[in-house]
Nanobody
């Protein structure tokens, strides 16, 4: 499984951004749950959101309400929309997939990782 995150950039606080994660797999990218993580400067990487392989279920950390995860299996892409961006959202955002197919959005051990996309929020 290969993942490639994109869509990061410099955004003013209060703005919105949509990150994309292109997923490819010989067995079918739509068969994998996908999670988004972020790592802020000087901090450990943290879980943000995940979506089941079918897209029927989503999981969030306490960012729910400002973050929305979705997927378009026809485009083999998972999206993370971030509204009302805050300074503390500044981080490198990564998408990842577990080694097991057809899993839910929680309890996954993520094995495949994309390269990350930088989101910088300015005041």
């Amino acid at each position: 499984v290969q993942l490639q995150a994109s869509g990061g950039g410099l955004v003013q606080a209060g703005g919105s951004l949509r990150l994309s994660c292109a997923v490819s797999s010989r067995t079918g990218s739509h068969q994998y749950a996908v999670g988004w993580f972020r790592q802020a400067p000087g901090k450990e990487r943290e879980f943000v959101a995940a979506i089941t392989w079918s897209g029927a279920g989503t999981c969030y950390t306490d960012v729910k309400g400002r973050f929305t995860i979705s997927r378009d299996n026809g485009q083999n892409t998972v999206f993370l929309r971030i509204n009302n961006l805050k300074l503390e959202d500044t981080a490198v955002y990564y998408c990842a997939a577990p080694s097991t197919r057809f899993t839910g959005c929680s309890g996954n051990t993520y094995y495949y990782w994309g390269q990350g996309t930088l989101v910088t929020v300015s005041s």
